[in-house]
């Protein structure tokens, strides 16, 4: 009886529980399923020049971009350009990040004024940041300009968004500038989990700073760096993309057109739409590359089980 009991209760929490997420079910299956599997299946069609529909043509659109003689070069520049500014935008924005949090970790008069000041860049939409610093950079009446004038630093305007020799530098500190908030109220939020008295102790036994930081504090933000890891590259992926349109618009020549231009170019601006489809899916690969690379090979405590359970029967496990 208590059992009959039990397992209807059980039901009725169940379908509650299924009714309360079908909402965002149907949210997660309209706007994010849905488009990936169309997106796929686009990327195996001829889709192009509007045409509505498009016959199938297997893998050509994904040789084309890899073997293609006048569209391979241009791919594989642009990968380029990805990585080189995700490899930047990832170091500076963790760096930067985590040095903040330390800093409002500590205890000090203006700590939440600090905090507000922080969180403004990250709260304002991309495009009005993106059009910010487009003002900055301006070679007309750029405070940037003006301001390296002043100081003797330059001695005529220089075009930083339209030289090929800064123009990714100009998207990168506008994308750091954005996005370190964010990453520094995860830092932040990870530090307050340590327990203070495990610095008391480390300052008991003599431990200097570095060490500390070393020995105590990075090891025990591993799960929130791995997850800053996993969001700044799915950012510098993809979120760079609103800085790009209003900054340089994809130029000086190929000089930011990283991977995510590319693919809109393709898609909206020359209407392959297919050949832009398989170009995002192979972002979308390279991301899950990157997440695996962070979450799984450089984990030691998975690496370290991996290595017991590969070790063969005979082998003592320590």
Avoid at 57 to 75: C, E, M, Q, S, V
Avoid at 178 to 184: K, N, R
Avoid at 243 to 255: E, N, Q, R, S, Y
Wanted: glycine letters at 6%; a positive charge.
């Amino acid at each position: 009886m208590a059992s009959t009991i039990e397992k209807r209760r059980l039901m009725r929490n169940s379908g509650l529980a299924y009714r309360v997420l079908l909402p965002s079910l149907a949210f997660v299956l309209v706007f994010v399923v849905f488009p990936m599997v169309y997106c796929i299946s686009v990327a195996f069609k001829d889709y192009k020049y509007g045409i509505p529909t498009g016959k199938a043509i297997g893998f050509k659109n994904f040789t084309d971009i890899f073997l293609d003689p006048t569209i391979a070069p241009g791919f594989f520049k642009s990968l380029l350009v990805t990585f080189e500014f995700t490899a930047m935008a990832v170091v500076l924005v963790v760096v930067i990040s985590l040095a903040i949090a330390l800093l409002l970790n500590e205890r000090f008069r203006g700590n939440s004024i600090v905090k507000v000041a922080l969180l403004l860049p990250y709260a304002m939409p991309g495009i009005a940041g993106a059009a910010i610093w487009n003002w900055i950079y301006n070679p007309s009446f750029g405070i940037l300009d003006f301001t390296l004038k002043k100081l003797g630093i330059i001695e005529e305007y220089i075009a930083f968004a339209a030289d090929p020799r800064f123009a990714l530098f100009a998207v990168l500190v506008a994308y750091v500038w954005l996005f370190v908030p964010y990453s520094a109220f995860l830092f932040t939020a990870g530090l307050a989990t340590i327990p203070s008295s495990v610095y008391e102790a480390a300052r008991m036994d003599g431990s200097s700073t570095i060490n500390t930081f070393r020995k105590i504090t990075l090891p025990l933000l591993r799960p929130v760096l791995q997850l800053v890891l996993v969001i700044q590259t799915i950012f510098a992926l993809l979120y760079h993309f609103s800085l790009l349109f209003v900054i340089t618009k994809g130029g000086p020549g190929d000089a930011t057109r990283t991977l995510a231009w590319l693919v809109y170019q393709d898609s909206f601006a020359f209407n392959r739409y297919g050949r832009g489809a398989a170009m995002a899916i192979v972002l979308a690969l390279i991301m899950l590359v990157f997440i695996y690379i962070y979450l799984v090979v450089l984990d030691p405590e998975r690496t370290a089980k991996r290595r017991q359970t590969s070790l063969p029967s005979g082998v003592p496990r320590v």
